[in-house]
C-alpha cells in the first residue's frame, strides 16, 4: 500500500489550494484519513481528520477555512484551503489507516507535498 499526495505549490496569501492524495494497492478497507503539517523547526502537527463515514475534526487554526472530505470510492482524501495565510507554509502529509487483505490495521503516510504561501 502507498499513499501518493500531491496539489502543493506557491500561492498568494488569501488565495486557495487543493491537496489530494490517492491510496494504491491492495486492501481491505480504509479506516481514518487525515492531513499533518510540518514547518521548518517544527513537529508534525496533525491539520484535519475525517473518518469513514465522514465525520471531520480541525485544528484550531485552520476552522472555518480548511475542509478536509473523501471519496471511498476513488480511495482519496482531500483537503480544500482556501483564505491561505503565510503561517499554513508547510509541507502537508496525508495519512491513512489501512487494514490489509489478512485484516491487519496498519498506519500510512504519504511523502508530502509542499504549500508556501506568500505575504
Known amino acids: 500500500v502507498q499513499l501518493q499526495a500531491f496539489g502543493g505549490g506557491l500561492v498568494q496569501a488569501g488565495g486557495s489550494l487543493r491537496l489530494s492524495c490517492v491510496v494504491h494497492?491492495?486492501?481491505?478497507?480504509?479506516?481514518?484519513m487525515a492531513w499533518y503539517r510540518q514547518a521548518p523547526g517544527n513537529k508534525r502537527d496533525l491539520v484535519a481528520t475525517?473518518?469513514?463515514?465522514?465525520?471531520?475534526n480541525y485544528a484550531d487554526s485552520v476552522k472555518g477555512r480548511f475542509t478536509i472530505s473523501r471519496d471511498n470510492a476513488k480511495a482519496t482524501v482531500y483537503l480544500q484551503m482556501n483564505s491561505l495565510k503565510p503561517e499554513d507554509t508547510a509541507i502537508y502529509y496525508c495519512?491513512?489507516?489501512?487494514?490489509?487483505?489478512?485484516?491487519?490495521?496498519?498506519?500510512?503516510w504519504g511523502q508530502g507535498t509542499l504549500v508556501t504561501v506568500s505575504s
Open positions: 475525517v473518518t469513514s463515514d465522514g465525520h471531520t
Open positions: 495519512n491513512a489507516e489501512i487494514y490489509g487483505p489478512g485484516y491487519q490495521r496498519d498506519d500510512y
Open positions: 494497492g491492495s486492501f481491505f478497507d480504509i479506516n481514518d
